[in-house]
């Protein structure tokens, strides 16, 4: 990574918004949590960039600010919101509906969120086929489609005289789509768009619309969507940064904690069985078998990439990975998971690790998209474009150069993250060697 001089980085000031491609549990609570932190009614829990600090220098400095101190990110009460989802309720119907934040709550904020109403969705239900609503664009082509949500892009900044914007997916999980020649060069996918190519799924609508106008995106889901040279080589030309897939909450935060626990004691696993139940709408996207498989995959590359058996044969070779994930309605958002980990030790001792996480999916990763907005629009403003690799820390499949291998470790994540800033404010960064102690 080249040098950044602090000088270069652009101003945090001024309007940014916020487009969330999918209006569901996940985008009310975290447009709602924005709004409760803005009136002292809550904390911002979880989020690295509004809670989280950053050591700069040696341990013997005490320097530990803030990293909303240390970092120029635009404030809170500068995120404005905008929208698409196939239901057309506001941010405030869905959240009564989705029952994840307290009523008491939702109705604090109402005068907010009641006016956040989406506009219609790209929407293709042979890439989503649990789902379905009559909130969609409708046109002759991708190409139309993509240029529809230009416009509404558009006419939202001009609107909420905005400065900047960043695109964060929040809709469901496609089916699973293989890379294709329609993929590989800009060329061509803008070709299949004007051809309607069966390949480009609706995320890549989005997300080719954003980046063409230098828009920041995430990818919140284990879609292909911007991990294709197309829409790489695209960010790369708009000086625009891109992040993904896959937002990393519960099960898949569990393991990669766990996971690099056990490697670095050197304890073998045998077999590791993670089993899931959910009923929200994600949980009823993945109850079809071509959706669930795009998510399988985000969730079983985790432990290969981090154990990595082809380096310790002996120890995880013959590993056993299986997921489940259950649709379960009455569960709504409260997850839960299992897991059961058989494990051994000394002289190859057989040992078992349980546990189990009862948490609320959409809590989790409100605040992963509150700082996937706040670090894209600082990579922009400090110059950066294509993979933002430091960013992996957020996500269960992270998006890396063709031809590395991913980082799944949690601890490694967070650092690279840390050193990232350091390097981009002019901070030395950390090896936490600590040699010059003992001299």
Not at 98 to 114: G, T, W
Request: charged letters at 25%; hydrophobic letters at 40%; a neutral charge.
């Amino acid at each position: 990574m080249a040098a950044v001089s602090k000088s270069v980085i652009k101003s945090a000031t001024g309007r940014v918004g916020v487009l969330l491609p999918g209006l569901g549990a996940v985008s009310t609570t975290f447009i709602i949590g924005v709004k409760a932190v803005l009136r002292g009614l809550g904390q911002p829990i979880g989020s690295l960039t509004q809670m989280g600090t950053i050591r700069l220098g040696k341990r013997t400095e005490n320097r530990r600010p803030l990293i909303q101190e240390f970092v120029p990110l635009a404030k809170l009460e500068e995120l404005h919101f905008g929208a698409w989802d196939i239901f057309p309720q506001s941010c405030y119907e869905v959240a009564k509906n989705s029952s994840v934040i307290f009523k008491e709550l939702i109705e604090e904020v109402k005068e907010d969120i009641d006016a956040i109403r989406p506009w219609p969705a790209v929407f293709d239900n042979s890439f989503v086929k649990n789902l379905d609503g009559e909130h969609k664009k409708s046109a002759k082509s991708k190409w139309d489609l993509a240029r529809m949500v230009g416009e509404d892009i558009d006419r939202f900044k001009q609107e909420k005289n905005l400065d900047r914007l960043v695109m964060v997916w929040c809709g469901s999980t496609e089916v699973l789509t293989q890379r294709q020649a329609v993929h590989e060069s800009i060329a061509a996918f803008e070709k299949g768009l004007r051809e309607n190519h069966p390949a480009i799924a609706p995320s890549m609508i989005y997300a080719y619309a954003a980046i063409k106008r230098g828009i920041p995106y995430a990818n919140g889901a284990p879609n292909l969507t911007a991990d294709i040279p197309a829409l790489i080589e695209l960010a790369k030309e708009h000086q625009t940064p891109v992040a993904g897939k896959d937002f990393k909450t519960g099960q898949t935060l569990m393991k990669t904690v766990i996971a690099p626990g056990l490697k670095s004691r050197l304890l073998g696993i045998h077999g590791w069985f993670s089993s899931n139940i959910l009923g929200n709408r994600d949980g009823e996207v993945l109850d079809d078998p071509d959706s669930f498989k795009t998510k399988e995959e985000s969730k079983l590359g985790v432990l290969e990439h981090i154990l990595e058996p082809q380096v310790n044969p002996k120890l995880y070779k013959d590993l056993y990975h299986k997921v489940r994930i259950n649709y379960y309605p009455p569960r709504g958002d409260n997850k839960e998971s299992w897991d059961n980990i058989d494990l051994f030790g000394w002289l190859g001792y057989n040992m078992q690790l349980k546990f189990n996480f009862l948490c609320k999916d959409s809590i989790l990763a409100a605040p992963i998209v509150l700082d996937l907005v706040l670090l894209l629009d600082f990579a922009k403003r400090a110059g950066m474009r294509g993979i933002q690799e430091w960013l992996s820390f957020f996500f269960k499949s992270p998006m890396v150069a063709e031809g590395l291998k991913p980082e799944h470790d949690l601890f490694i994540q967070q650092m690279k993250l840390k050193n990232t800033l350091r390097h981009l404010m002019g901070e030395t960064p950390l090896t936490h060697l600590g040699l010059e102690y003992y001299d």
